[in-house]
């Protein structure tokens, strides 16, 4: 198995999904990087559904392995609608006619390749720059090409609890919005207006929500992850913008230990989150099957 799942990885595989699965799945292109990578985007399922989506994954730079992750869920979800399988009694292909997916499996790549590759993955020489007298481990690079956390680059509680130094891991930004990946992200959230959004990190084995919902307890059975309910002031997080626009969301934490993962954790992480698409899928089907299995189960 190779140690790491690149940005080249995943492009080759969007191509062999995008011609296998026409008539289901498409892939586009949101936005540039600052060092000119491409944001690729997943649309899956049926476009006209009123029911939207939104998974995005990999804002981190060092958290690349839930890419390889959501990609094979995505290749899996293709497959069995091709051979019309049923889930849950229903089949693929009823499931994803009601519903649309968005899936962003790699929002930041110029960090990924920083992280896989060090300084010599950047092609501009003032990104290159930046890399290099940052003074991080490479490794475990997590903003992007210009030494931001995106993660602490929406609006809502900019600059709150943050660092002032580029390429830290809570680096802000000058001002709110300031990168092209966050500003993709939220221009694709407004145009979708999903139901939900599903946010991608590592590691911890940790499911952490604002406001209890049918996602987060459907996150739950299906990972058994430890619940942790967010009650600070906001930061300037994904997750505090999207409450700030009343968007459902949870952020799931897949692996043990520290980013970046280990690949050895793949099969371990693949029997947690292979259904998790149908499950969704399904909520919107026969929501009132979802409420009889959320009843009862208690927070942790």
Known sequence: ????????????????????????????????????????????????????????????????????????????????????????????????????????????????????????????????????????????????????????????????????EKGSKEYAGKRPFSERETRALVKLIHTVKPMAVINYHSAGHLLYYKEDNWLVRLAKRLTGYKLCQETGEPNGNLGDWLSENRIPWCTIETCVGKAPAGRWQLSMEWKKHRNLLAEIALVIALPEKQEKKGSGQKRQ
């Not at 699965?21 to 997943?42: C, H, K, Q, S």
């Not at 006209?48 to 890419?67: D, G, L, P, Y």
């Open 1 to 164: 198995m190779k140690k790491i799942y690149s940005y080249q990885d995943m492009k080759a595989d969007l191509k062999v999904l995008s011609e296998s699965y026409p008539e289901i799945l498409r892939v586009f292109r949101l936005a540039r990087t600052a060092d000119g990578r491409w944001i690729y985007g997943i649309r899956l399922g049926n476009s006209c559904a009123e029911k939207r989506f939104v998974i995005q994954a990999t804002m981190h730079a060092r958290e690349w392995f839930n890419t390889e992750l959501i990609m094979r869920m995505v290749s899996r979800a293709c497959g069995q609608w091709e051979k019309n399988i049923s889930y849950q009694g229903i089949t693929y292909r009823n499931l994803l006619d009601g519903v649309c997916f968005f899936i962003l499996p790699m929002v930041n790549p110029d960090g990924v390749a920083i992280s896989q590759k060090g300084p010599k993955a950047v092609r501009e020489d003032v990104l290159r720059n930046i890399v290099k007298e940052s003074g991080r481990t490479y490794w475990y690079w997590k903003a992007n090409a210009r030494g931001v956390d995106l993660n602490r680059n929406y609006s809502t509680g900019f600059a709150a609890d943050t660092r002032r």
